[in-house]
């Protein structure tokens, strides 16, 4: 037996200090999370602060409203419901006209004067050149780069004031614009996602993105004003995504920066990435499952209708063609616009709009998008 020990000794030496090593190791990884978990408690719970000492909202509920719930059980008649996507105004931004070769102009004025232009169009559409225009509401799809920002110096330089008034501003155009709509549809629905261009740090981050945001104040302003509204519901998410559902048809809204591809081409120039990072978000999030039957994003300035291809909607600029697309990226000019589209209860995606915001040049080619709306 003695034998048997010394042989078998050095072996359970070994393994013993193995098990010693793993559970140290465990023990440290442990502290870690645990310090993890704390620190997000904490973040978690000074978000909640800020939300009922500042804004006197004492919860952030990221559910769709009853009436938008409703439509997954209501099929039948045929009422559409208009869905429309803001986003990319980039307000407080400043594009001179004489270096867009004379194409386009925009500032603090132009700004208000176009999103003035896009409520009444909105309802132009929506009211006189529908054939029965009744409605169970409409849903209005903030998403991101609401504001210029200061994230590029040149933009620092160059914005047309600084970005609290432009906060500030961009705020009172949203409440009004969004109170507008109030006015002709029973319902306005408005889920909210951060952009890149409002965050508070020089480049991107991951954690806490949408809290290192001017734009997660701005929503959070909205909401606070309309939290007594009987038709006006805002609702601000925690992350960069937001998922609903109408009539069974599900979309993800996200701003358009993080769909995890970068780059383009010059021939086809977003299509590609825009169509690659689809594929590659859907493929993520099905294993969430919270796969999507249309993404709508902006971020990329350039309108886009959905299509089966390509199940995208891709919003355009509100500021529209500058100096980056016209001396950077060479990009073709392409009209201020906000996207507008209705949904059928058994026909899903059906009239799709380009809102165009400026006047077109007679210099520039007339190249229209399919269901493009030009006044």
């Not at 003035?116 to 903030?142: K, M």
């Not at 290192?212 to 519901?233: C, D, G, K, V």
């Not at 990435?273 to 249309?294: M, Y």
């Amino acid at each position: 037996m003695a034998r048997i020990m010394k042989e078998l000794y050095p072996k359970l030496s070994t393994e013993i200090a193995a098990l010693r090593d793993k559970i140290s190791q465990l023990e440290f990884q442990n502290k870690t999370l645990m310090k993890q978990l704390a620190e997000a408690t904490r973040e978690r719970l000074e978000v909640q602060r800020i939300r009922q000492e500042l804004y006197e909202l004492k919860d952030a509920p990221v559910s769709p409203p009853s009436w938008i719930v409703n439509l997954q059980k209501k099929h039948s008649g045929k009422a559409e419901v208009p869905i429309t996507i803001w986003s990319d105004w980039h307000y407080g931004e400043k594009i001179d006209a004489a270096q867009t070769g004379g194409l386009n102009e925009f500032n603090r004025t132009i700004a208000k004067r176009r999103i003035r232009l896009l409520v009444e169009r909105t309802l132009d559409l929506a009211f006189n050149h529908v054939v029965d225009p009744h409605y169970p509401g409409i849903v209005v799809c903030l998403a991101g780069d609401i504001i210029s920002g200061t994230i590029h110096e040149e933009l620092r330089e160059t914005n047309d004031g600084p970005v609290q008034v432009s906060i500030l501003e961009v705020e009172e155009m949203l409440i009004w614009a969004l109170t507008e709509l109030g006015k002709h549809f029973t319902k306005v629905f408005v889920p909210c996602v951060v952009g890149n261009h409002g965050r508070t740090t020089q480049k991107p981050r991951a954690k806490n993105r949408v809290y290192e945001s001017f734009e997660w104040n701005i929503f959070h302003h909205l909401r606070a004003y309309f939290a007594n509204s009987p038709s006006i519901n805002i609702v601000v998410p925690d992350e960069t995504d937001y998922h609903f559902r109408i009539f069974g048809h599900s979309f993800l809204l996200t701003h358009g920066d993080s769909i995890g591809v970068k780059g383009g081409d010059g021939i086809i120039g977003a299509v590609g990435p825009i169509s690659r990072g689809s594929v590659k978000l859907h493929a993520a999030l099905q294993k969430e499952e919270k796969a999507f039957d249309t993404l709508i994003i902006g971020h990329y300035h350039s309108y886009q209708p959905r299509g089966d291809l390509i199940p995208v909607i891709v919003n355009g600029t509100l500021k529209g063609y500058d100096e980056f697309a016209r001396i950077i990226l060479r990009a073709p000019y392409s009209p201020p616009c906000q996207a507008l589209w209705f949904m059928h209860p058994t026909r899903g995606v059906t009239s799709q709009w380009r809102i165009t915001l400026g006047e077109t040049k007679a210099s520039v080619p007339s190249r229209p998008n399919a269901g493009e709306a030009v006044f």
